[in-house]
């Protein structure tokens, strides 16, 4: 069986940028195939947890991610009619704890310290994957323009409507998970004091739930204002919103969070879309990573922090088992699948957990926290946050 040298990425979004990087680093040749005329990213900002800082440490680009994130030190919840937090939960020295920080960063920031670890050369912009197909140990790609390349290994890192996934498993697309958000920025400075703390803030209401913090360096507040909504019937998964029609939607929200929404100068609206658990990531020398392999809704701020692990965890597999990468692919699969189901899942039930309907909901809020969120160094929380995909490899 020969050596697996040359990989093809197809998608350059936080996945598959965050993979060409790993794999670089361990000697492979890589070409990375994006459908988008040009780099970058959607939304606004994306929460990067301890676990995932890891792979920024191995990667040598955490003093980068420093420079352009910023550290909240915990997270608060309350009412979405009321101005008062009900709970909150410090971080702590999270450093200390799980060794790595917790950031919270704008999306196109992230993306952009990742593009640029990447030589130019190597990702072709506008190249749009049509099709994969595994021929004689090494795997074929078709693209819309005509073209075609070849690989020894082609990781599908093409996002929750995966050509690759449908290509290679079938199945179903992603489905409508029954919530909207809207996704806005909010310039600092057009707030009163009180709206500047360095937490996570959470807010939840009848039928819907907000999350709030710094980017920029303090210089914005992200939030996302999520509502549960029978369809989406817009022909786009995202499109352009206003204040206006925000602020109509969360008709019971009190006067604070109101008052944020209205200063929101950018902002626009998705349909939260799901995909279902995938029986199946890796066919011959095609697998899948990220969003591909495993979408999730937003609820635990996951979806990226996974996709950073999957990246690491595959770019070791593949350069231990380089003479035999049908192994090194079986292998990548069983060391992430679990966990990155288990989030998955994890992220659909907290969707009714943020969500407060009536006095019984907000009773068993209540007890979720003393039981399973009780802290940020216990239960779920240090679960995910504690988890280290270098210590994992180098211990298996
Ligand atoms: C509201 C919201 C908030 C979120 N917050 C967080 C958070 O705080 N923390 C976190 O970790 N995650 C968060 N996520 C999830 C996170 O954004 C995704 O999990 C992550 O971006 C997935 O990355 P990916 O590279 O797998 O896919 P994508 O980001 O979707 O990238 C896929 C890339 O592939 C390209 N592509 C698609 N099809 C083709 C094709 N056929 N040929 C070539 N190229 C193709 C696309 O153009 C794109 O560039 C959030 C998501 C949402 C919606």
Redesign the pocket.
């Known amino acids: 069986m020969g050596k697996a040298r040359r990989i093809a990425i197809?998608?350059?979004?936080?996945?598959?940028l965050a993979t060409a990087i790993a794999l670089r680093r361990q000697g492979f040749e890589v070409q990375v195939?994006?459908?988008?005329p040009e780099l970058g990213e959607f939304?606004a900002?994306?929460?990067?947890s301890p676990n995932?800082v890891k792979f920024f440490d191995a990667i040598d680009l955490t003093a980068k991610l420093h420079a352009v994130a910023s550290e909240p030190v915990g997270l608060t919840w309350r009412d979405w009619g009321a101005d008062e937090i009900s709970y909150s939960l410090p971080f702590g020295d999270f450093e200390k704890r799980y060794g790595a920080k917790y950031y919270v960063v704008h999306r196109s920031d992230l993306h952009r310290l990742l593009s640029e670890a990447v030589p130019e050369a190597s990702i072709q912009l506008g190249?749009?994957?049509?099709r994969v197909e595994t021929r004689n140990g090494t795997a074929g790609l078709s693209f819309e323009d005509g073209a075609g390349a070849e690989a020894d290994v082609v990781v599908g890192?093409?996002?929750?409507?995966?050509?690759?996934r449908a290509c290679v498993f079938g199945g179903e697309g992603p489905h409508y998970a029954g919530t909207m958000?809207w996704?806005a920025l909010a310039p600092s400075d057009a707030l009163p004091k009180d709206y500047h703390d360095r937490y996570v803030n959470q807010w939840s209401g009848d039928g819907g739930f907000v999350v709030s913090y710094y980017v920029r360096q303090g210089k914005f507040i992200n939030f996302?204002a999520v509502r549960q909504q029978p369809g989406w019937t817009e022909s786009s998964w995202s499109v352009p919103s206003n204040v206006d029609e925000m602020l109509a939607a969360f008709p019971n929200a009190g006067a604070k969070l109101r008052t944020m929404m209205a200063a929101a100068t950018s902002c626009s609206k998705?349909g939260?879309f799901t995909g279902e658990h995938a029986p199946q990531w890796t066919k011959d020398r095609v697998t899948l990573?990220?969003?591909?392999a495993h979408?999730?809704l937003?609820t635990f701020?996951?979806?990226?922090?996974?996709?950073f692990e999957d990246a690491y965890v595959l770019a070791r597999w593949l350069n231990a088992s380089a003479d035999d990468p049908d192994a090194a692919l079986a292998g990548y699969e069983a060391a992430r699948k679990p966990r990155a189901t288990r989030v998955q899942q994890l992220s659909r039930t907290e969707v009714h957990f943020k969500k407060i309907h009536s006095d019984w909901d907000r009773l068993r809020r209540e007890f979720a926290f003393v039981t399973r969120h009780g802290s940020t160094t216990g239960g779920v929380y240090r679960w995910i946050f504690g988890y280290d995909p270098v210590a994992q490899w180098r211990g298996s």
Do not use: F, H, P
């Not at 900002?45 to 990067?48: D, F, K, T, V």
């Not at 990573?289 to 591909?292: A, E, I, K, M, P």
């Open positions: 197809v998608g350059a979004g936080l996945g598959g195939y994006e459908q988008a939304g900002g994306i929460n990067i995932s190249k749009r994957c049509t890192c093409d996002g929750i409507r995966s050509a690759v958000c996704r996302v998705w939260q990573l990220g969003d591909s979408a999730m937003a701020g996951q979806g990226a922090n996974m996709a």
